[in-house]
């Protein structure tokens, strides 16, 4: 061979040498061959046994598959305590007050199990409260409100809406207050006194024009300004998707309510069953995607926290992180959304007392 040659092809051969040395040996060999290396391996040291390769079952997080090995658990555990939490544990942080399960990975069913026992350990009395409202719903609020939409001009139905958003305001101005806003309150009061003048108690909405933005606070939001960020959900008669803060709440904003202060119970039931109508309007449009969904208690719980949490984290950070990162149908300001949660008044209760 040329001399030149060899020299150039000697680290080649080295290298794959080397390659196949490292390479795992096959699970069997020739006749002449398996005998010696047997009897070496005898003569050292018996033969251990290889350690399982793990299954797709542990792969996907099956419960009944064996756990990895010790070490490879140790060495996760040290990663996930010595490193910073991510954007997806974050987000579930946000939204459920805490990290899911140790060891619960993504798409982990067990994992999100023990997710959920954190907000809705109530869930089986939860489910039947739910089907209640829904038997109450599509028997009665939902045929009245598609009526109330069909017969209703949309002008009239939004100085309905403007009307009953006026009368919030005296219940956000003090729950802004509350909560170390008195910028946002003072704007509240000025946009309450120019609806109530130059709207005409409130049917229309000049201050929007005057570009004083709408805000809807309750004292559910000023519990989660002062520290009360997470909470179980709970779903009460009538009253739908709640936490128990949100219940909590109730108890703040009924003294506050403007139609609680109307002695004549005509006046006030009539009021009263205009609001729900007018709370229920807004909500048409999600009901094909309750009526589609695979489990409808399951997507309104979640979808109802999601947007309860942006509401109380958008105040703890700051009108302008709400603007920046809530989604549009989200946003709370837009001039066609409101609060989907049914008021504290609107429920026809008789007045309190020295009301």
């Given at each position: 061979m040329n001399p030149l040659v060899r020299h150039l092809l000697a680290p080649i051969l080295v290298l794959a040498l080397g390659a196949c040395a490292s390479a795992p040996r096959p699970a069997a060999a020739p006749p002449h061959e398996a005998a010696p290396v047997a009897t070496q391996a005898a003569d050292v040291a018996p033969a251990a046994t290889p350690e399982p390769m793990p299954s797709a079952a542990v792969a996907l997080g099956d419960a009944g598959a064996p756990p990895a090995p010790p070490n490879a658990a140790a060495t996760a555990t040290t990663a996930v305590d010595g490193a910073d939490p991510t954007a997806a544990e974050d987000d579930y942080a946000a939204l459920y007050g805490e990290a899911p399960a140790p060891g619960a990975a993504a798409g982990d069913d067990a994992g999100i199990a023990a997710g959920r026992v954190s907000y809705d350990p109530w869930e089986p009395l939860n489910r039947r409260i739910h089907a209640f409202n829904n038997v109450v719903d599509r028997a009665v609020a939902r045929p009245v409100a598609r009526a109330y939409v069909a017969v209703v001009p949309q002008p009239v139905r939004l100085g309905v809406t403007n009307f009953f958003d006026n009368l919030s305001s005296p219940l956000t101005f003090v729950n802004q207050l509350l909560q170390g806003r008195p910028r946002d309150a003072v704007q509240t009061l000025g946009r309450f006194a120019v609806n109530s003048t130059l709207g005409i108690g409130g049917i229309f909405?000049?201050?929007?024009?005057?570009?004083?933005?709408?805000?809807?606070?309750?004292?559910?939001?000023?519990?989660?300004?002062?520290?009360?960020?997470?909470?179980?959900?709970?779903?009460?008669?009538?009253?739908?998707?709640?936490?128990?803060?949100?219940?909590?709440?109730?108890?703040?904003?009924?003294?506050?309510?403007?139609?609680?202060?109307?002695?004549?119970?005509?006046?006030?039931?009539?009021?009263?069953?205009?609001?729900?109508?007018?709370?229920?309007?807004?909500?048409?449009?999600?009901?094909?995607?309750?009526?589609?969904?695979?489990?409808?208690?399951?997507?309104?719980?979640?979808?109802?926290?999601?947007?309860?949490?942006?509401?109380?984290?958008?105040?703890?950070?700051?009108?302008?992180?709400?603007?920046?990162?809530?989604?549009?149908?989200?946003?709370?300001?837009?001039?066609?959304?409101?609060?989907?949660?049914?008021?504290?008044?609107?429920?026809?209760l008789p007045p309190l007392p020295g009301g």
């Amino acid at each position: 061979m040329n001399p030149l040659v060899r020299h150039l092809l000697a680290p080649i051969l080295v290298l794959a040498l080397g390659a196949c040395a490292s390479a795992p040996r096959p699970a069997a060999a020739p006749p002449h061959e398996a005998a010696p290396v047997a009897t070496q391996a005898a003569d050292v040291a018996p033969a251990a046994t290889p350690e399982p390769m793990p299954s797709a079952a542990v792969a996907l997080g099956d419960a009944g598959a064996p756990p990895a090995p010790p070490n490879a658990a140790a060495t996760a555990t040290t990663a996930v305590d010595g490193a910073d939490p991510t954007a997806a544990e974050d987000d579930y942080a946000a939204l459920y007050g805490e990290a899911p399960a140790p060891g619960a990975a993504a798409g982990d069913d067990a994992g999100i199990a023990a997710g959920r026992v954190s907000y809705d350990p109530w869930e089986p009395l939860n489910r039947r409260i739910h089907a209640f409202n829904n038997v109450v719903d599509r028997a009665v609020a939902r045929p009245v409100a598609r009526a109330y939409v069909a017969v209703v001009p949309q002008p009239v139905r939004l100085g309905v809406t403007n009307f009953f958003d006026n009368l919030s305001s005296p219940l956000t101005f003090v729950n802004q207050l509350l909560q170390g806003r008195p910028r946002d309150a003072v704007q509240t009061l000025g946009r309450f006194a120019v609806n109530s003048t130059l709207g005409i108690g409130g049917i229309f909405d000049p201050a929007s024009d005057l570009k004083m933005k709408r805000r809807s606070e309750d004292f559910g939001q000023t519990l989660g300004m002062w520290g009360w960020r997470s909470s179980l959900y709970v779903e009460l008669p009538f009253f739908g998707p709640r936490t128990l803060r949100d219940v909590v709440g109730l108890a703040g904003d009924a003294p506050l309510s403007v139609l609680q202060q109307v002695d004549e119970d005509k006046i006030r039931l009539t009021l009263q069953g205009l609001q729900l109508v007018d709370t229920r309007s807004h909500l048409l449009s999600l009901d094909v995607l309750r009526d589609d969904a695979p489990d409808e208690y399951a997507m309104v719980r979640d979808a109802w926290l999601k947007r309860r949490t942006f509401q109380i984290e958008s105040d703890r950070r700051g009108r302008a992180a709400q603007d920046a990162g809530l989604p549009d149908y989200l946003d709370e300001e837009e001039e066609e959304e409101r609060n989907p949660m049914v008021p504290a008044d609107a429920m026809p209760l008789p007045p309190l007392p020295g009301g």
